[in-house]
């Protein structure tokens, strides 16, 4: 079973430049999440996709970052315009979650961010 | 005050000693996860737990529910191990809210 893809592995631009990035969740996964992960922090959820819809977005800063998850799969996470403190590692993770119950996420290798 | 805590930030160990991570949180939960982060890579689950005791290998967690404590042990420790070992709790949506790591560090 192929496992949660993302690219690129690593970025890097200038403060106000614009950045995407992608990812592909394990076939059949019905929710997917981004995290953001500062150095030495644990992992922040910025938005969590049940297929196309959002389920959570609250800590998502909409004025810059904005997400979208079209037919339910594949997903893009966009910062225009990025900060210095924009600079993290940006995880992608996904799980069943078809119904009740908890399921176990699955993360990507994740995208290294640098903002200069 | 962080939602789920950690201890201790950073931890040095010798080859073979016996290893203990500590977690509390302060949130109900639907499980508690200990997930494994080397330097530059993803994140690996190591267990997904919501009572009593797991045990993989040398890796060995528990919870419990009435104190909201997790411990990870690690037993017989091996420089292979050394990575940064997180702490997670899992909400009623599936969502994940991470404490900020312990950073191991095992001496040949």
């Known amino acids: 079973e192929a496992g949660v893809a993302q690219s690129p592995r690593y970025k890097i631009i200038e403060k106000r430049q614009s950045v995407a990035f992608w990812c592909n969740p394990i076939?059949?996964?019905?929710?997917l999440y981004w995290y953001q992960q500062i150095l030495g922090q644990g992992p922040k959820l910025l938005i969590q996709f049940q297929n196309n819809g959002v389920v959570d977005d609250s800590q998502l800063p909409k004025d810059r970052f904005s997400a979208e998850r079209l037919k339910g799969v594949d997903s893009t996470l966009k910062i225009q315009p990025a900060k210095l403190e924009d600079s993290a590692v940006y995880l992608c993770a996904s799980s069943l979650n078809r119904g009740s119950g908890y399921y176990e996420q699955y993360f990507g290798p994740g995208t290294r961010l640098t903002v200069t | 005050k962080n939602e789920v805590e950690q201890s201790p930030q950073n931890l040095t160990a010798q080859e073979g000693e016996f290893i203990t991570i500590n977690c509390s949180y302060s949130?109900?939960?639907?499980?508690l996860h200990w997930l494994q982060q080397h330097p530059g890579g993803g994140i690996v689950s190591l267990f997904m737990?919501?009572?009593g005791k797991k045990k993989h290998g040398r890796l060995i967690a528990t919870i419990n529910i009435q104190e909201k404590h997790s411990s990870l042990h690690i037993t017989a420790s091996h420089p292979r191990d050394s990575a940064v070992y997180i702490c997670?709790?899992?909400?009623?949506?599936?969502?994940?809210?991470f404490g900020k790591g312990t950073k191991l560090s095992v001496k040949p």
């Open positions: 737990l919501s009572s």
């Open positions: 076939s059949g996964h019905a929710t």
């Open positions: 997670a709790v899992g909400g009623s949506q599936g969502n994940l809210i």
């Open positions: 949130v109900g939960i639907s499980a």
